[in-house]
Every structure is written in C-alpha cells, then in structure tokens.
C-alpha cells in the first residue's frame, strides 16, 4: 500500500506541476513589466521542467521498489529516493513561494535545480547499475 500510495502522490504531484507551471508563466508575464531578466526568466522555466521530470522519475521508482528484493542495493536505492524526494519538494516549495524579481533569484534556482537533477541521474544511474551488477535479485531480464 505503501508503494501505490507513494505513485499516486508523485502522480497527483506531476498533474499539479503542470497547473503550477501555468502560474509560473503568468508570474513570469507580470515580472517581465517589472524588468525580469532573461537568464531569471530562463531559470525558472528549467526549475519547472526539472521538477517535472524529477516527479515522473519518483512517480516510478515507487513501482520498481515495490519489487525490490531487500538487501543493502535495495537500501542504497530508497536512500537515494528519499534524497531525491527532498530536493524536489525543496525546489517544489522555492517555486511556489513569490519570486521577487530584485532578489537574485537566478543563483538560487539554478543551485536548487542543478542539485535536484543530479540527484534524479544518481537515481537512475544506480538503476543501470543494479542490472548491470545484478543487484536486483528478481527484476534480471535474463
């Protein structure tokens, strides 16, 4: 239950984000009057499709660890899932907070990206690994 319960929040999540992104682009319109720059504009539109994919990403390692034969990999796994959970949550909360064009927001989210999507590629990274390694038990294709 855990795990369903898991995927449909990630999935809910990911229907939100796309509302939230729409919001963002109304921000972004109202900014521009107030001399956003490109580069703070641009930031935000690669936090909201980071975000995105960081959500899809989570949306679905919760059904590829339902699987999961429990072993040290399989701890490896869920402790770089919850650290991914985090940072999309942290950069999830940055972007719905009021951006204030005079604070240099750019920095900030890029930081705040960078960091999310590294943690998704480490993710997914020890994914391939684990096939590669056979670190998931049952989940081998051969």
Known sequence: MHYFTRYQTHSQSLDLESKLLEQVEQRISEMQAELM?????????????????????????????????????AQVFEQNQADLERATEALSGFLEEELNPEDNIAIKLMDRTRYCDQRRKILLDHCKEGYAEHYWGGLDPY
């Open 37 to 73: 720059s490109f580069t703070q504009q641009q930031a935000i539109y690669k936090a909201c499709n980071v975000l995105q994919e960081c959500r899809r990403t989570l949306k679905y390692t919760y059904a590829f660890a339902f699987y999961l034969y429990r072993n040290n990999q």
